[in-house]
T-cell receptor
């Protein structure tokens, strides 16, 4: 069974630009969560999608948004990039929200110049 | 605020020895799940072990075991016979009542040859 895939693996953008990251969960998994990981803040929860609906949202500004498609693939978008958005963005998939174990993708390393 | 606390930012252990990583958490719930995740330098986060709060027996996975003290809200990870491949960042996490994962800030473990 293929694992969680994230594309692209690396991105370099400049301030003010926008970026879209993609995540394909494990086949059969319908829940996708996104995290921002930085050395100083650890893993910060961004949002979770299940059956194309956002179920949970973390404390991030409205510049961070996401969506999920009918095939469970998810995208997250960051508009008007700031230097502080430089981070590793991790996607995790679950069969369903709640008690199940999350399986993480390799992450997308975003650098904002 | 519901939190997960890992009080040891960095630890080191000699190969073949035993090390214990600490984790405490805050919750008012009775049933929940706790996890330890490992993130090696290659950055792919993987599950090490999980514990269901209603189970009194401590979870064990090969060389990895937990000491779950529900009343004290403590969930430590013991790694026996440490190997060089255990060098990684270790994150403690739990699921909140709204099915949101809450992560600690991590413990960087280095296994020394």
């Amino acid at each position: 069974k293929a694992g969680v895939t994230q594309t692209p693996r690396y991105l370099i953008k400049t301030r003010g630009q926008q970026v879209t990251l993609s995540c394909s969960p494990i086949s059969g998994h319908r829940s996708v969560s996104w995290y921002q990981q930085t050395p100083g803040q650890g893993l910060q929860f961004l949002f979770e999608y299940f059956s194309e609906t956002q179920r949970n949202k973390g404390n991030f500004p409205g510049r961070f948004s996401g969506r999920q498609f009918s095939n469970s693939r998810s995208e997250m978008n960051v508009s008007t990039l700031e230097l502080g958005d430089s981070a590793l963005y991790l996607c995790a998939s679950l069969r369903a929200p709640g008690t199940d174990t999350q399986y993480f993708g390799p992450g997308t390393r975003l650098t904002v110049l | 605020a519901q939190t997960v606390t890992q009080s040891q930012p960095e630890m080191s252990v000699q190969e073949a020895e035993t090390v214990t990583l600490s984790c405490t958490y805050d919750t008012s719930e009775n049933n929940y799940y706790l996890f330890w995740y490992k993130q090696p330098p290659s950055r792919q986060m993987i599950l090490v072990i999980r514990q269901e709060a209603y189970k009194q027996q401590n979870a064990t996975e090969n060389r990895f075991s937990v000491n779950f003290q529900k009343a004290a809200k403590s969930f430590s990870l013991k790694i026996s016979d440490s190997q060089l491949g255990d060098t990684a960042m270790y994150f403690c996490a739990r699921i909140s009542g709204t099915y949101k994962y809450i992560f600690g800030t991590g413990t960087r473990l280095k296994v020394l040859a």
